[in-house]
């Protein structure tokens, strides 16, 4: 039999039976019920309570830290600062994500971790904190990017030097690397347009928004073990990175991950999991540590905010002829911002020969940012969509024209030196041309407004096994976490394969001990990685089922075929056998030859880019500069739609939380650099009363690389919502606003200076 590495192409004329419906998702139940179990629902016998102690300062050196008062309170069971941490140098990985989870030489931020206590109550460690006596020198802070990169700014970092300059320097700075990206000859480029566009944007930091707090449960038991139970997309990750901040062997952290309420990017990085593990190994009992709402504004990582320049030239047809991009990201207290993404991405959609793009990574006293989907790239297209927009009007060509007439196509080679395979681009901006909401008339005292999104789609190291109970029901071990529902797109797969109903195959969440590595549950890899792993699972166990019903039989292996769930003869030549489902080979074989089993490990490549267009209406006030949402419709190609309402969600889900990016959503720092809106209070997320029912078009333009065709659809969804907002409300008023959010005060200030101009 042939398995997934030796045929994993797409066979367009294979009738499916499963993967395109819409079965009842497994999980749904208990997360209804309230039987699912979230980050906060563990619970062990002698367990304390974690809490935290965040320094009220920006950008402080901590002289000493007096815990005496804390650990004579009764109840108190441990105390750690960073003494209780490993000493690892400034500037290393582990360094730097030891210096997140606990401050060392200085405090960073606004809520930055300072000591942790765990004891018998909650109400008795919080009164603990407030007996820690924490000498600050008080340092001067520097909060945007933008200032962290001039003379004079605050230097958080003595060992910090640019990566990535033309002559490296030799002093501390804020910048942490450079990066040029670039293809053909720009000069040429802009010499060949008859039209340029110029213009600067940036973009504030914003969160993720993710329903459920960080919450763990960690043991750390005397002979070195260490047992954790959180909500995270990366248990793997997770385990090893633990490994290298506590100096501890990867071997002995087992992490067990809990059902996730949402993610986003923004659980890929540990907050109170280390601490919570030093306050049990102290203590000598489990610990459970959850972070208040507070918390997460104050000590999580937020999205990158940015500051920007997009300069784009274009012929009079509309062929665009040079790109330009000066893009500064902030990265908070230490570099891994990810934006590296954003200049492989920000012009990918579009087929031009001459880019060029310089990237800067900048610290500041503000947490480390966290992904969020697209990590990086969102905010930068919102500019880079609004000059292609620009462009089109000055020549009077429709918008999506514009876009047609530099599409990229299979064969296009990326700036990040790809070839791209088949792809489904142009096929969108067809769909979203003919959809009914493009071709309707514009409401009166509205603005329209379209934008394209582009993701690479990612594979990565995936391990996963599948058992064949006696019965012929079916069980996969998957070690990447849920974050999406991808439990039952993995189930449908594995069903189509094996010739069964979906209901027959249940989704186990493995813990770190149970399974190889699995990469983060992020970037849109896990139901195209699971599902490339399952599928050679399946036929793995097709083969043993082939070999075993050939025993049965008494007939050599190639007189037997699989299809539709049962072994039967290859031709009426083979003897006159009634089909063997598999419950059948099971019950007969289990006990001369054991289970059927499979496992596979594999780092999984071809996942094949996806692109997106939305369409969307907007109303704006311009009394108040309130912006309305009236209708919205996403286009984009998902390859193959597994499970189309699982795809829709997505799609919707990603526009709404564009909508709120769009809009309302960002950090808001006082002069002091202490966090303003730390609350869903001041923190403006959409509800339900500021979004449209969001329409959907599902493209299917198959990725040939996986046999069901399937291509991530995780973060094409928030890419282009901006930009196309955006655009729409420049429609609207008349001017194009250039900053996120495009709040009520930012409106309102344009209407007003335009109405002055």
Same mark, same amino acid.
């Given at each position: 039999?042939?398995?997934?590495?030796?045929?994993?192409?797409?066979?367009?004329?294979?009738?499916?039976?499963?993967?395109?419906?819409? +079965?009842? @998702?497994?999980?749904?139940?208990d997360k209804v019920t309230g039987r699912a179990? =979230?980050?906060?629902? =563990?619970?062990?016998?002698?367990?304390?309570?974690?809490?935290?102690?965040?320094?009220?300062?920006?950008?402080?050196?901590? @002289?000493?830290?007096?815990?005496?008062?804390?650990?004579?309170?009764?109840?108190?069971?441990?105390? %750690?600062? &960073?003494?209780?941490?490993?000493?690892?140098? +400034?500037?290393?990985?582990?360094?730097?994500?030891?210096?997140?989870?606990?401050?060392?030489?200085?405090?960073?931020?606004?809520?930055?971790?300072?000591?942790?206590v765990a004891a018998t109550t909650e109400a008795i460690a919080k009164r603990a904190l407030k007996l820690i006596k924490v000498d600050y020198e008080v340092l001067p802070h520097v909060i945007d990017p933008v200032d962290a990169m001039k003379p004079g700014a605050p230097i958080l970092h003595d060992h910090i030097r640019t990566k990535g300059l033309d002559e490296p320097n030799d002093t501390p700075t804020n910048v942490t690397e450079r990066m040029v990206s670039k293809m053909g000859d720009i000069e040429e480029g802009?010499?060949?347009?008859?039209?340029i566009v110029e213009r600067e944007f940036d973009s504030k930091p914003m969160h993720q928004g993710y329903i459920e707090p960080q919450g763990c449960v960690a043991e750390y038991s005397e002979d070195g073990q260490v047992e954790l139970w959180c909500c995270t997309q990366a248990p793997f990750v997770y385990r090893d990175r633990l490994s290298a901040v506590l100096k501890i062997d990867a071997a002995k952290i087992n992490i067990q991950q809990s059902e996730l309420g949402g993610g986003f990017g923004g659980k890929t990085g540990f907050y109170p999991e280390p601490i919570a593990i030093q306050l049990s190994?102290?203590?000598?009992?489990?610990?459970?540590?959850?972070?208040?709402?507070?918390?997460? =504004?104050?000590?999580?990582? +937020?999205?990158?905010?940015?500051?920007?320049?997009?300069k784009m030239g274009c012929t009079k047809d509309g062929k665009i002829t040079?790109?330009?991009?000066?893009?500064?990201?902030?990265?908070?207290?230490?570099?891994?911002?990810?934006?590296?993404?954003?200049?492989?991405?920000?012009?990918?959609?579009?087929?031009?020969?001459?880019?060029?793009?310089?990237?800067?990574?900048?610290?500041?006293?503000?947490? @480390?940012?966290?992904?969020?989907?697209?990590?990086?790239?969102?905010?930068?297209?919102?500019?880079v969509e609004g000059v292609i927009d620009e462009l089109a009007r000055k020549i009077g060509m429709d918008p999506i024209d514009m876009r047609l007439k530099n599409a990229a196509t299979e064969g296009y080679t990326t700036i990040y030196g790809e070839t791209l395979g088949p792809i489904g681009f142009v096929e969108t901006l067809e769909a979203a041309k003919a959809c009914e909401h493009y071709q309707s008339p514009v409401p009166e005292g509205q603005g329209r407004g379209v934008a394209s999104g582009f993701w690479f789609n990612r594979g990565g190291e995936t391990s996963t096994s599948m058992n064949i109970a006696p019965d012929g029901s079916v069980t996969i071990i998957t070690g990447t976490a849920d974050v999406a529902g991808s439990r039952i797109s993995i189930a449908m797969m594995a069903a189509e394969?094996?010739?069964?109903?979906?209901?027959?195959?249940?989704?186990?969440?493995?813990?770190?001990?149970?399974?190889?590595?699995?990469? %983060?549950?992020?970037?849109?890899?896990?139901?195209?990685?699971?599902?490339?792993?399952?599928?050679?699972?399946?036929?793995?166990?097709?083969?043993? =089922?082939?070999?075993?019903?050939?025993?049965?039989?008494?007939?050599?292996?190639d007189a037997v075929v699989f299809e539709d769930g049962q072994c039967r003869p290859a031709s009426g030549n083979v003897g006159d056998f009634e089909p063997l489902s598999i419950a059948d080979i099971t019950k007969q074989t289990t006990m001369s030859h054991g289970a059927v089993t499979a496992s596979t490990s594999m780092n999984v490549t071809g996942a094949g880019p996806g692109f997106g267009l939305h369409i969307v209406d907007v109303k704006v006030d311009e009394?108040?500069? &309130?912006?309305?949402?009236? &209708?919205?419709?996403?286009?984009?190609?998902?390859?193959?739609?597994?499970?189309?309402?699982?795809?829709?969600?997505?799609y919707q889900g990603g526009a709404v939380q564009g909508i709120g990016w769009a809009l309302n959503e960002e950090y808001v720092y006082g002069d002091d650099g202490r966090l303003?809106?730390?609350?869903?209070?001041?923190? &403006?997320?959409?509800?339900?009363?500021? %979004?449209?029912?969001?329409?959907?078009?599902? %493209?299917?333009?198959?990725?040939?690389r996986h046999p069901f065709g399937l291509r991530g659809v995780g973060e094409v969804p928030v890419v282009p919502t901006m930009a196309a907002i955006g655009n729409a409300i420049g429609n609207a008023i008349g001017i194009r606003p250039q900053s996120l959010p495009m709040s009520p005060p930012k409106l309102l200030e344009l209407i007003d200076n335009a109405a002055k101009s």
């Open positions: 039999m042939a398995t997934i590495l030796e045929d994993s192409k797409f066979d367009a004329n294979r009738e499916l039976d499963i993967v395109g419906t819409n +079965p009842v @998702k497994q999980d749904g139940l179990k =979230f980050g906060a629902d =563990f619970f062990l016998p002698g367990m304390l309570y974690g809490r935290i102690l965040r320094s009220p300062h920006a950008h402080a050196i901590i @002289k000493s830290i007096d815990v005496s008062a804390a650990e004579a309170l009764p109840g108190v069971k441990a105390v %750690v600062t &960073r003494d209780d941490f490993p000493d690892l140098p +400034p500037g290393s990985a582990a360094g730097d994500m030891t210096r997140t989870a606990m401050a060392r030489e200085k405090a960073l931020f606004d809520g930055h971790p300072v000591a942790a802009f010499a060949a347009a008859d039209f190994k102290k203590a000598t009992r489990p610990v459970k540590m959850v972070l208040s709402r507070g918390e997460v =504004f104050r000590g999580t990582g +937020p999205v990158s905010g940015t500051s920007y320049k997009i040079a790109a330009q991009g000066e893009l500064v990201f902030q990265t908070g207290i230490f570099t891994g911002s990810m934006y590296f993404n954003a200049p492989n991405a920000m012009f990918t959609r579009y087929d031009l020969e001459n880019v060029y793009i310089e990237s800067f990574e900048v610290v500041s006293n503000r947490p @480390k940012v966290n992904s969020f989907r697209a990590p990086c790239v969102p905010q930068i297209v919102f500019g394969e094996l010739g069964i109903p979906v209901d027959k195959v249940r989704i186990t969440m493995a813990d770190t001990n149970s399974l190889g590595f699995n990469r %983060v549950t992020a970037g849109s890899r896990t139901t195209y990685s699971v599902g490339m792993t399952v599928v050679d699972n399946a036929r793995e166990c097709i083969a043993q =089922f082939v070999k075993r019903a050939a025993e049965i039989w008494d007939v050599p292996e009394e108040t500069g &309130r912006t309305d949402v009236t &209708r919205y419709t996403v286009v984009e190609d998902a390859g193959k739609a597994i499970h189309p309402l699982q795809v829709e969600g997505q303003q809106n730390a609350s869903f209070l001041d923190y &403006r997320m959409p509800v339900t009363s500021d %979004v449209p029912m969001i329409d959907t078009v599902i %493209v299917e333009v198959p990725n040939p």
